[in-house]
């Protein structure tokens, strides 16, 4: 099943552009964590972000989670040609930190 | 380090044809997933082991795949007889008995078409 559900399905913008991706997600969480998906390729770790922190940063990346709406974003700050891609968004829960639930994804297309 | 290894990177059968495919985890990580991702959606699991152990397989459609690792080492899923709605990418994904936050290492995947 999954739990997760990426907002929106679809997303393309120009280079330079910000790209917000949100996630929504139904049960009480322990993490909740991004993964990119390029073409034909398997996922990538991007960021984590624990039940108890409210945003974090990587890089270009920041992460958003609200747990009383339950909801997390996920913002990429002046894109790249390369961060064409699908973006996943995966919870781990309070009783099963061992099974990520995943959602159906972002796709991303950044044009040049 | 290498990362997860998955083998073949791409299958094509026909139906009612039996398939495999294997998958060697980063060295030393202890769990390893099996999921099936369908065309624009997120992976599903299908079957976790820690160890040689499968300690979740309740979404393994039993009567078609099988899986195994028996050294706890690398894995094989099997799938006999493919069904044309089998036709996805099977990822694998390790994880480190170090990790406390169940980050996933993942292969580049198998792309099963069934014809």
């Known amino acids: 099943s999954q739990q997760g559900e990426e907002d929106p399905q679809a997303l393309s913008i120009q280079e330079g552009e910000n790209a917000t991706m949100n996630c929504s997600y139904k049960?009480?969480?322990?993490?909740l964590q991004w993964y990119r998906q390029n073409s034909g390729r398997g996922l990538v770790h991007l960021i984590l972000i624990r039940s108890n922190e409210r945003e974090k940063h990587s890089g270009r990346l920041r992460v958003t989670l609200d747990t009383s709406k339950k909801s997390s974003s996920l913002l990429i700050t002046a894109s790249r040609a390369a961060d064409t891609a699908s973006y996943f968004c995966?919870?781990?829960?309070?009783?099963?930190?061992?099974?990520?639930?995943w959602g159906a994804g972002t796709k991303l297309i950044i044009k040049p | 380090e290498a990362g997860v290894v998955q083998s073949p990177r791409y299958k094509i059968i026909e139906k009612k044809q039996p398939v495999a495919f294997w998958c060697n985890p980063i060295s030393g990580h202890n769990t390893l997933y099996w999921y099936r991702q369908n065309l624009g959606q997120g992976p599903e699991l299908l079957i976790r082991y820690e160890n040689e152990e499968a300690v979740d397989d309740s979404q393994l459609p039993k009567d078609r795949f099988s899986a195994e690792r028996l050294k706890g080492v690398d894995s094989t899923l099997k799938i006999q007889p493919a069904e044309l709605g089998d036709s996805a990418v099977y990822l694998c994904?390790?994880?480190?008995?170090?990790?406390?936050?169940?980050?996933?290492?993942f292969g580049p995947g198998t792309r099963l078409t069934v014809l």
């Open positions: 994904a390790s994880r480190s008995r170090e990790s406390s936050y169940n980050e996933q290492f």
């Open positions: 995966a919870t781990a829960t309070m009783d099963s930190n061992y099974q990520l639930i």
């Open positions: 049960t009480s969480i322990n993490n």
